[in-house]
């Protein structure tokens, strides 16, 4: 429609495009967790369960960080997406990123009974008019809590506080997590808030409200506690022009 352009396409020589799932494997891996402010790492690559937390670049037990523990927790729980692997093959029922969150905590070992010991009593879905998913899970002899993930900008004004590495809550500082925020996703990475409530500090008596409510709609209650923070990057195929942290390699023309 304007000259300027059709000269600049005219012009050109070389053109680097991206399409995931064609040139790319459509697969995502967390990277980073950002807890209280301090960061860890996740190493391994796709959808392979293999991985390490890391700190500082050196090994780190996560038994010394329940926080991160509960992180991963609330990505896996608050997710609709399956991962099947068989024969070397995975396939994955669902979204990419619910899939690196999937990953990622079973890095930690939770996976299967260590997840299913907290079932889903009702969930809201995520809606782009909201931003987020909410769901309410229990376990025998816990309070029920709410897990919540979404954008930081749905999410992170509704958050009053967060975890500490030991698992305390502690004040949460919203300027300095929004800088954070926007460091990261001006590295090119792609940001998730997750997020909790214990339902005891809502409901004086949790067990008798919930026998009371079957039918309970939990976003009527959706107001959120405690932050983590999961970086998540794209797992690019090695024969793209680029991978993660790392500029564009510009191939000559023919």
Same mark, same amino acid.
């Given at each position: #429609?304007?000259?300027? @352009?059709?000269?600049?396409? *005219?012009?050109t020589? %070389?053109i680097?495009? $991206?399409?995931? *799932?064609?040139?790319?494997?459509?697969q995502?891996? %967390?990277t980073?967790?950002?807890?209280?402010g301090?960061?860890?790492?996740?190493? *391994?690559e *796709?959808?392979?369960?293999?991985?390490?937390?890391?700190?500082?670049?050196?090994?780190?037990d996560?038994?010394?960080? =329940?926080s991160v523990?509960?992180? +991963?927790?609330?990505?896996a729980l608050?997710?609709?997406?399956?991962?099947?692997?068989?024969?070397g093959?995975?396939?994955?029922?669902?979204d990419?990123?619910?899939?690196a969150?999937l990953?990622?905590?079973?890095?930690?070992?939770?996976?299967?009974a @260590?997840?299913?010991?907290?079932p #889903?009593?009702?969930?809201?879905?995520?809606?782009?008019?909201?931003?987020y998913m909410?769901?309410?899970?229990a376990?025998?002899?816990d309070?029920?809590?709410?897990?919540v993930?979404?954008?930081? $900008?749905? +999410?992170?004004a509704?958050? %009053?506080d967060?975890?500490d590495?030991a698992g305390?809550?502690?004040?949460l $500082?919203h300027d300095?997590?929004?800088a954070?925020?926007e460091?990261?996703? @001006?590295?090119?990475?792609?940001v998730?808030?997750?997020?909790? #409530?214990? +339902?005891?500090?809502?409901?004086?008596?949790?067990?008798?409200?919930l026998d009371e409510?079957p039918?309970?709609?939990?976003?009527? $209650?959706l107001?959120?506690?405690?932050?983590? +923070?999961?970086?998540?990057?794209?797992?690019?195929d090695?024969?793209v022009?680029y %991978? =993660?942290n790392d500029? =564009?390699?510009?191939? =000559?023309?023919?």
């Amino acid at each position: #429609r304007r000259l300027p @352009a059709v000269e600049t396409h *005219g012009s050109t020589t %070389v053109i680097c495009s $991206d399409k995931t *799932g064609t040139l790319t494997e459509n697969q995502m891996t %967390v990277t980073t967790l950002l807890v209280a402010g301090e960061r860890y790492e996740l190493s *391994g690559e *796709g959808y392979a369960p293999e991985g390490e937390l890391l700190r500082e670049g050196a090994r780190f037990d996560a038994a010394g960080a =329940p926080s991160v523990e509960e992180c +991963l927790r609330a990505g896996a729980l608050c997710n609709d997406t399956r991962i099947a692997r068989e024969g070397g093959e995975v396939k994955v029922e669902g979204d990419p990123t619910e899939a690196a969150l999937l990953v990622g905590a079973e890095k930690l070992g939770l996976v299967g009974a @260590a997840l299913e010991a907290w079932p #889903r009593l009702d969930v809201v879905p995520f809606e782009s008019e909201h931003m987020y998913m909410a769901t309410l899970h229990a376990r025998t002899g816990d309070q029920p809590v709410l897990y919540v993930k979404g954008s930081s $900008d749905a +999410l992170l004004a509704r958050c %009053v506080d967060q975890l500490d590495r030991a698992g305390q809550l502690v004040p949460l $500082d919203h300027d300095a997590l929004h800088a954070e925020v926007e460091r990261l996703a @001006a590295d090119g990475l792609r940001v998730l808030l997750v997020a909790r #409530r214990t +339902l005891e500090a809502l409901r004086p008596n949790v067990a008798a409200w919930l026998d009371e409510n079957p039918d309970l709609d939990i976003e009527d $209650d959706l107001r959120y506690v405690d932050l983590f +923070l999961a970086n998540i990057e794209t797992h690019m195929d090695s024969t793209v022009v680029y %991978v =993660p942290n790392d500029p =564009p390699t510009v191939w =000559p023309a023919d």
